[in-house]
Each structure stands twice: as structure tokens, then as C-alpha cells.
């Protein structure tokens, strides 16, 4: 038994425990290079596995309609407060449950029915909820895609410009989940203001870098901003909707009465803590770090014969084509990991393939920085990345590279202090 995991769950219910501990072991001695995962601290864990899960504060801090919630309250302000502190906003929601949800109830805010709305396509790094014919915004509402460029593969703000004229949207979303370069947030609230309409930005993958004053920040100039706070936030998994002022109750009561009911008051409890994190020192030298082995990372893929899409990455993340090596994105992402190397299979732009078995790859580095590695390491797993996809029927190769990955995970325990990492 590990030393994570309680005895009292092992008495209760074996099998669950089982599970458990199988996924811790998968954690500790993999490589972990999802861009939308990281790694909690155990304080957000402590906090998400307590006693505050057994209360229900249906409401607002003051407005409850349940007994009892004197604490709930003072925790969840104590969440506002750290939140609007850290990113400096005028309003911050932080009872959603999820990033879908916070979209949900953004639209919610700000449209009816039938009401158009432009977003970034699917197929060229936008998230399900800007637009999907086969998600509810691509259902309730009438989204027109935007995407990017086939010269360089990069928004191209002129087109996304002609598109809003054309189309006269109500709302326009900005943000991504599989790109991999700077938003010009500036550029999207010019062209929303030219046409009427609301601003949306969702930085669900980005904000940690915002927070760490590394990307441009649209809280600013947006009219609603959306986030996950479990990406390069390194909270729980959940999500906050930042606003302006005057969009305030707009906000809550699109939240709830709206969209939820009972909020999460332990995810709240840990959103909480992890604003605490993000305000302490080390978090800006750790944001700081991703991004230099996201491009270290992405420079080692690139000797390794795949292709990059925009040619490298200003973030956290890297889009890579790997039908250079005469593989799609599923059969990379499983060949990897068999070798303890973990991505996800991912659509490049203007793809030829499906979205089920795409071109592209989409690593990124949140989590493996969590754990203190840094350039040396990027290089080192870049050339092992290359080596099991240049031979992919060698199951050899793959059990080699797996090998020296417990190697190299045992050397940076997951859990060592996250406020100072190495």
C-alpha cells in the first residue's frame, strides 16, 4: 500500500482502492504530457477529500437557502477575494463546476436561442463548446467558425475580421485548446467592438501563464473570460467566469439559478487554496519554466523528423504532425503509451484524417514541470519520442524507452513541495 492512499478506504472498499492505487502508480512512473493535465498539491487534495463535501449551500455568501452554511460562506468569499486579487478582476464566479460549464452559463449571460455566435474551429484548436454541431453551443445557438491560417497556420486576424462583418455575430470567443501561440486579445476586442458584439475569451489552458504575467491578459478587454483552474493553474478540477462589474449579476444568476444548482463547496474550498498557491512564491518561476521546455520540447520533436504546426510554440503545448514518420495521431499516442510516455491524439489544421485517428499529436509540459524537470529532460524525452515512432513495430524499442522512463520519474517524485519545486 502506498503511502497516498488511506488504510480505511482498503477496509471499506477494496476494489476502489485497488483502482486507486493502480492510478497512482501510473502517475508516479509515467510521463504525463497531456497540455490540460498537472498535478495538484496535497493541500488541494486534502482539501477536495474533506468533511466540506457533506453540506449543501444552494445560493449565494448571505443568500443561502440552506441552514448552516456560516462557514461556507466565509470560505467561498475567501475564494472571490484571492481570485479577483490574483488576476485583478472587478467580478469573479468561482462556483462552477466545470470548464463546459462555465461556457454554458457564459452563453447563458449573453445569448438567446438561435443567436449567433462566432468561435474557433474545432478542427484547428478550438474546444467543443465554441461551436460543435455535435455539443449544446453547437445545438442552441448559431456558431460560425473562424480558424487559422494555411500559410503559417496562425489566426489570421484579418479573416476573422471579414468573417464578423459578414456574419454580424452577438458574441465572439476567443481562446483555444490546441493552439499553440499567443492570443492577441486586443485584436479580438477590436473586431467585437467594430461589429456590436460581446467578448468571450476562454483561457481554460493559458491562464496560469496569464497569471504569471506570460501571456496577454483579456481580462481586461473582454466582456466575460472563462477558465478551468486544474490546467497550468494547478488547482482541482473545476472552473471560475471572471467579468466586468456591470455584467455581475448577469453572471451569478446565469450560474445559479441558471445553469447549476448546489455548488461544489470542497472544489470551492480548493479553488481557494490553489489561488493561494498561484500568489506564493516559486508559481511565476514555474509558469516561467513550462514555457522554456514546452520549446525546448518542441525543438527536440522537430529533430526527430515530425513536423510542427506554426513551427513551434510560445506556450504550454506543442501541435505536432507526425505523418512525417507515416503514423497517425492514435497509433502515436498508443505506441507511446506502451513506452510510459502519455499525450493525446489531436486534429491538425486543415486535417485529412478524423478526428478519431487524426495527423497530430498534442504534448505539452505542465505536469512534467510540476515535477521539477526542466531542459535536460525535455531533450532527453523528445529523443525517446522520436525512437518509438520511428520504430513502430519494435516492441523492444518501447519496452527500452519504458524502462528508462521509471528511471527518470523515480528521480522526480510527484510529490515533493510544489511551492518549491526543483
Not at 151 to 173: F, M, N, Q, T
Not at 226 to 246: E, V
Not at 260 to 285: D, N, R
Not at 345 to 355: G, T, V, Y
Amino acid at each position: 500500500m502506498s503511502t497516498y492512499m488511506d488504510a480505511q478506504l482498503f477496509q471499506t472498499d477494496p476494489q476502489i482502492a485497488k483502482l486507486m492505487e493502480g492510478e497512482y502508480e501510473r502517475q508516479t512512473t509515467c510521463l504525463m504530457m497531456i497540455p490540460s493535465e498537472n498535478y495538484a498539491s496535497r493541500a488541494v487534495l486534502q482539501t477536495m477529500g474533506s468533511i466540506l463535501t457533506n453540506k449543501y449551500a444552494e445560493g449565494y455568501p448571505g443568500e443561502r437557502y440552506y441552514n448552516g452554511c456560516a462557514f461556507y460562506d466565509m470560505l467561498e468569499n475567501l475564494a472571490i477575494e484571492r481570485a479577483r486579487k490574483l488576476f485583478k478582476a472587478e467580478h469573479v464566479n468561482v462556483q462552477l463546476h466545470t470548464g463546459t460549464s462555465a461556457n454554458y452559463a457564459a452563453y447563458y449571460a449573453f445569448l438567446e436561442l438561435g443567436d449567433k455566435v462566432m468561435g474557433m474551429s474545432t478542427a484547428h484548436g478550438g474546444h467543443l463548446t465554441h461551436g460543435k454541431d455535435l455539443n449544446f453551443s453547437g445545438r442552441f445557438y448559431e456558431f460560425h467558425s473562424y480558424g487559422v491560417s494555411k500559410k503559417d497556420e496562425r489566426l489570421d486576424y484579418d479573416e476573422i475580421r471579414s468573417i464578423a462583418k459578414k456574419v454580424k455575430p452577438k458574441l465572439i470567443v476567443c481562446g483555444a485548446s490546441a493552439y499553440p501561440r499567443t492570443v492577441d486579445f486586443e485584436k479580438f476586442r477590436e473586431i467585437a467592438d467594430e461589429v456590436g458584439a460581446f467578448l468571450m475569451a476562454d483561457i481554460a489552458h493559458i491562464v496560469g501563464l496569464i497569471a504569471a504575467g506570460l501571456h496577454p491578459d483579456p481580462i481586461k478587454v473582454a466582456d466575460v473570460v472563462t477558465t478551468t483552474t486544474h490546467k497550468t493553474l494547478r488547482g482541482p478540477r473545476g472552473a471560475i467566469i471572471f467579468c466586468k462589474r456591470q455584467y455581475a449579476e448577469k453572471i451569478d444568476k446565469a450560474v445559479f439559478p441558471g445553469t447549476q444548482a448546489g455548488p461544489l463547496m470542497h472544489q470551492i474550498a480548493a479553488k481557494a487554496v490553489c489561488f493561494k498557491e498561484a500568489q506564493s512564491f516559486g508559481f511565476k518561476e514555474y509558469q516561467n519554466q513550462v514555457v522554456k521546455n514546452a520549446a525546448v520540447l518542441a525543438d527536440g520533436l522537430k529533430d526527430q523528423g515530425l513536423r510542427l504546426v506554426t513551427g513551434g510554440t510560445d506556450n504550454h503545448l506543442v501541435l505536432a504532425d507526425v505523418t512525417p514518420l507515416k503514423l497517425n495521431g492514435k497509433d502515436a499516442a498508443d505506441l507511446l503509451e506502451e513506452a510510459g510516455i502519455v499525450v493525446n491524439c489531436n486534429l491538425i489544421p486543415f486535417d485529412k484524417r478524423s478526428a478519431m485517428s487524426p495527423s497530430g499529436i498534442r504534448p505539452g509540459t505542465p505536469a512534467l514541470t510540476t515535477r521539477g524537470m526542466k531542459e535536460e529532460e525535455m531533450t532527453q524525452i523528445a529523443k525517446w519520442i522520436g525512437e518509438v515512432l520511428k520504430k513502430p513495430k519494435k516492441e523492444s524499442v518501447r519496452i527500452a524507452v519504458r524502462q528508462q522512463v521509471r528511471e527518470m520519474c523515480e528521480q522526480f517524485p510527484i510529490y515533493h513541495d510544489l511551492l518549491n519545486w526543483r
